[in-house]
């Protein structure tokens, strides 16, 4: 299965980036083996709408134009679940043993997903009550793709 990041705003070059991109890249490792192949990050530009809801009405279009008709799509929101570690690796499992070719997760703009992303998301996903930075964001959903690939593997790497 294909797993692919889609995020809203780019992320510029500093310690968060590298940080994102070593848990990113460590999980393209540990995934391939277990028919997780890692696509990458597709970023883009933040609405200029002049409004929060019209710019999340466009960037969610943009959005779901970029992502391959027929991928489940996993959308991170603070109003999602919760989830544990071994119940994301479990989803993540149960998409790919399923037979689901693509896997995509969207990360949304400061001012959130538009209506349309998370209609169509099979999971909504929230790391959290609090507000996060988008660039914490990605760093810990990448750190969390890495994490549900050791959980998958029997890797020690998670320990509950």
């Known amino acids: ?57 466009d960037e969610a279009m943009r959005l779901l134009a970029m992502i391959p008709p027929g991928a489940a799509i996993v ?22 043993d399923g037979g689901c070719k693509a896997l995509a997760l969207a990360i949304g703009g400061p001012d959130g997903h538009g209506d349309a992303v998370r209609e169509k998301a099979g999971l909504v996903l929230s790391f959290g009550l609090a507000t996060w930075p988008h660039q ?13 690939a050791t959980i998958l593997s029997g890797h020690p790497y998670h320990r509950a």
């Open 136 to 148: 914490m964001v990605r760093i810990m959903l990448a750190e969390q793709l890495y994490r549900a």
């Open 1 to 57: 299965m294909k797993v692919q990041v889609y995020a809203v705003g780019r992320m510029k070059a500093g310690p968060e980036k590298e940080l994102a991109d070593r848990y990113f890249e460590r999980f393209g490792k540990a995934g391939g083996p277990l028919g997780l192949e890692f696509s990458g990050v597709s970023e883009l530009p933040e609405g200029r709408a002049s409004s929060a809801q019209e710019r999340r009405a």
């Open 75 to 96: 959308t991170l929101d603070e109003r999602g679940r919760n989830l544990a570690s071994q119940h994301f690796a479990d989803r993540i499992a149960a998409l790919r």
